[in-house]
């Protein structure tokens, strides 16, 4: 119920966020009974919601920005200026074309067979041992992601890449050493970016390749994009497919804690799907989502105005209970019933793929899980004795074991 938004008592509410992380919302929420409050976050008014109505509302095109929505730290990492994210309108929907007219089938499959290839030719090294799966699916990925942009690991030292495109996700909602270390690494990685989109662009890439896409784009001026720019695309493009290990490593966690479900998984492509959406759906990535008001709107009584800042929990949402029906059971099977309520799943935000800010990406990750799900299960893994738990305040986090297997 969003009709009657209450303020929270507490003059400011970081503390509490860095505390409680991807709790923070739906606690307060479940304590006042509504989908939604008001409060502070460093010292700057916001409304927190959660819930397909509200995550409706919150993708209805036009209506929100990103500029200005997310703390500095957080898009210094992630995105950065210049972006896809950071533009709107018709430059935004141009930038946007560019991501989703890599995800054809052909390309998605191409990359289900890279990950395949890399994954077989690290696995060589593990049977007969334990290994532990946040330590050796990044530079699967790595390399995965560098190949599927027709760039050869080879030549560009993937160790490096990985150390870098890791620290960006690990760092972007940290505060202190870990964060400006992965500043640093991002500087790093940004140069190695531009000199890829400077080669392309004097040689001949691999066409039809993303590396080729990004280096001659155009924009709606018709004009190439600045090489800084393209290099932050670039790795836009990179850093999110190497941060899939996550969900790879929670699908693998989810065969270990879910013994009924993973007795039903079989390698069916839909069932393959169902499993990795489940995964999505349940285990904690990006808790919230922040948009700045651009075109005011009511939503059940309550009015939002131009620039009045609003975070949407995308956590709380595909565990909202108007949307799913024991919402906390991990049950594939519910995917394969029907389409969820709309607003409902949000793993990787909400509204339509061609316009909105929803992820591009979203069709990769699935793909990507799909296989690597396929993989572990045909390598029937047992799990040691080891701590399962996955942390509520580190975002996003990793199995507190880092997630052992025994092959
Ligand atoms: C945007 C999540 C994988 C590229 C987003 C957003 C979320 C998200 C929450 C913001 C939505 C919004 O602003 O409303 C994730 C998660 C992933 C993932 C959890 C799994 C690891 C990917 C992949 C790619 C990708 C594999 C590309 C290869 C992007 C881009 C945007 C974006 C370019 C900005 C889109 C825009 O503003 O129009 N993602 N993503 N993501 N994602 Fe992903």
Not at 71 to 81: I, N
Not at 357 to 369: D, F, K, S, V, Y
Request: include cysteine; charge should be positive.
């Amino acid at each position: 119920d969003i009709e009657s938004l209450p303020r929270l008592r507490a003059p400011d509410s970081t503390l509490s966020l860095l505390r409680e992380g991807y709790d923070f919302v739906s606690r307060r929420c479940d304590r006042l009974g509504t989908d939604g409050f008001c409060t502070r976050l460093m010292l700057r008014p916001v409304t927190c919601l959660r819930g397909p109505e509200a995550a409706r509302a919150f993708y209805v095109p036009g209506r929100l920005t990103r500029r200005g929505a997310m703390p500095a730290q957080v898009l210094a990492l992630l995105q950065d200026k210049g972006s896809v994210q950071t533009l709107d309108g018709a430059e935004h929907l141009n930038r946007r074309a560019l991501f989703l007219d890599l995800m054809s089938q052909e390309s998605l499959d191409f990359a289900r067979r890279l990950l395949r290839e890399e994954w077989r030719a690290t696995a060589r090294t593990w049977s007969g041992r334990e290994v532990t799966l946040s330590r050796e699916i990044g530079p699967i990925l790595t390399r995965t992601a560098l190949r599927w942009c027709g760039i050869d690991p080879a030549d560009n030292a993937p160790g490096q890449r990985e150390e870098e495109l890791s620290a960006m996700v690990r760092g972007a909602a940290k505060i202190g050493p870990g964060h400006w270390r992965a500043r640093a690494l991002r500087r790093r990685s940004e140069a190695w970016a531009r000199e890829q989109i400077r080669a392309a662009r004097a040689g001949a890439p691999p066409p039809g390749t993303p590396l080729a896409a990004l280096a001659y784009h155009r924009d709606p001026d018709g004009l190439a994009l600045p090489r800084d720019v393209a290099a932050v695309e670039l790795l836009n493009l990179l850093r999110p497919i190497v941060a899939v290990g996550r969900f790879i490593a929670f699908s693998a966690h989810a065969m270990a804690t879910e013994p009924e479900a993973r007795a039903s998984l079989t390698t069916d492509e839909a069932m393959l799907r169902a499993w990795g959406d489940e995964v999505r759906r349940l285990y904690p990535f990006f808790p919230l989502i922040g948009g700045r008001v651009q075109k005011p709107f009511s939503l059940a009584g309550h009015r939002f105005d131009r620039d009045d800042w609003v975070l949407l929990d995308l956590h709380g949402t595909n565990r909202h209970p108007a949307a799913w029906t024991k919402p906390e059971r991990f049950d594939p099977s519910r995917h394969l019933a029907g389409t969820p309520v709309e607003g409902g799943f949000v793993p990787q935000g909400g509204g339509l793929m061609r316009e909105g800010h929803r992820c591009p990406g979203e069709m990769l990750t699935q793909a990507l899980l799909s296989e690597a799900t396929a993989l572990l299960h045909e390598a029937q893994f047992e799990t040691p004795p080891q701590d399962l738990s996955i942390p509520r305040r580190t975002i996003p986090p990793w199995p507190a074991s880092g997630m052992r297997l025994r092959l």
